[in-house]
């Protein structure tokens, strides 16, 4: 009979891989698929950016910082007892009418889409349809933003060269298999919306209060930071996505900060499934549920070779990892990478 490992040895072991997998990046910077000197990367990074002088510095740091003041807050929708929300359809239309099944299913009462309805999958103009018969109340992403606005890029706001090059691919797809009809429509959609659940009021965003394609990664946004977010838009949550990594976060005050999720594309946990959220009235405020949801990824992925988008956004489907757009990972979700 072998002898069996202590299960806290097993999990010393794991803890001692992970730490050198994150040692190992020390120094370093993902680039396609090598690792070169940090220094040479931030070097590359400053080249491809805009160079700004002291004051142009000043006024852009003094901006980041203010408090958001596009006029009036929206008025607050609802109350409602039970919503579904959920971001990033990346033109996943399969995954959008399984979405609107299992909102119905679960009894939702209203259904909000955060934005990002182009890029990775195919046939854009089948996703608005199914938006309608749902009644989905949509926010305007980047994604909306860049094809409304005629911009030549998606402005998702990745930094390495090879995101961006996957990136242009799928938006020069999106820009060109949409009508100008819808890309009018899309620039009629809200960048906020506020929405009351129970007795808490709920501030619905894309990337953040602040940028529409703010990451706000669960490792890299510290608790204090959606405190701060949540005082200046007087809220008691906030609902984001754009990261295409789900998470929910009770913060010290116990209000709520939720990325919501992404139904285009898996989250990059070798699991097919994709995720969106559900939130409910409760005795203690809300409840949030992070929810995963299969559909018919082989039929996407068939769809998607027909239209020969490129095959490592198909992999990505088929394998629930990524294989690209991943550089912009902070270390820590960056280490869980298969890739």
């Not at 992970?18 to 590359?44: C, D, I, N, S, Y």
């Not at 060269?161 to 298999?177: I, K, V």
């Not at 992925?301 to 990524?322: C, H, K």
């Not at 902070?330 to 990478?337: D, T, V």
Request: some cysteine.
């Amino acid at each position: 009979m072998a002898n069996r490992i202590p299960e806290d040895a097993v999990e010393k072991a794991r803890r001692a891989a992970e730490r050198q997998k994150l040692t190992r990046h020390r120094g370093l910077a993902t680039w396609g698929e090598k690792l070169v000197p940090l220094e040479r990367f931030r070097k590359a990074v400053d080249e491809a950016g805009t160079a700004l002088n002291p004051e142009e510095r000043a006024d852009a740091r003094q901006e980041y910082r203010r408090p958001n003041s596009e006029g009036p807050a929206p008025e607050a929708e609802g109350p409602y007892r039970r919503i579904a929300v959920f971001g990033g359809v990346y033109n996943n239309h399969c995954a959008l009418a399984a979405l609107l099944e299992e909102a119905h299913r679960r009894d939702a009462e209203a259904v909000y889409c955060l934005g990002d309805l182009g890029g990775f999958g195919p046939h854009p103009e089948k996703v608005r349809p199914l938006l309608e018969q749902g009644a989905v109340k949509t926010l305007q992403g980047n994604y909306e933003e860049s094809l409304a606005s005629g911009r030549e890029d998606c402005n998702c706001g990745y930094t390495d060269p090879r995101d961006n090059h996957f990136a242009t691919l799928s938006y020069r797809y999106t820009e060109a298999h949409c009508s100008p009809e819808f890309k009018a429509w899309m620039g009629t959609l809200p960048r906020q919306r506020r929405v009351r659940v129970g007795s808490r009021e709920l501030l619905l965003v894309h990337g953040s209060p602040r940028r529409i394609n703010e990451f706000l990664f669960f490792s890299s946004a510290p608790a204090a930071y959606f405190e701060t977010l949540l005082d200046q838009h007087r809220c008691d949550g906030l609902l984001c996505t754009h990261t295409g990594l789900h998470w929910h976060r009770r913060l010290p005050s116990g209000r709520d900060a939720v990325n919501v999720g992404v139904i285009g594309r898996p989250a990059n946990d070798g699991d097919p499934r994709v995720w969106f959220s559900i939130l409910e009235e409760s005795r203690n405020g809300i409840d949030v549920e992070l929810v995963p949801l299969a559909y018919d990824h082989q039929g996407l992925a068939e769809e998607m070779r027909r239209e020969e988008l490129p095959e490592e956004f198909v992999e990505t489907i088929l394998s629930g990892w990524w294989t690209t757009c991943l550089e912009v990972l902070p270390p820590r979700e960056r280490a869980a990478s298969k890739y």
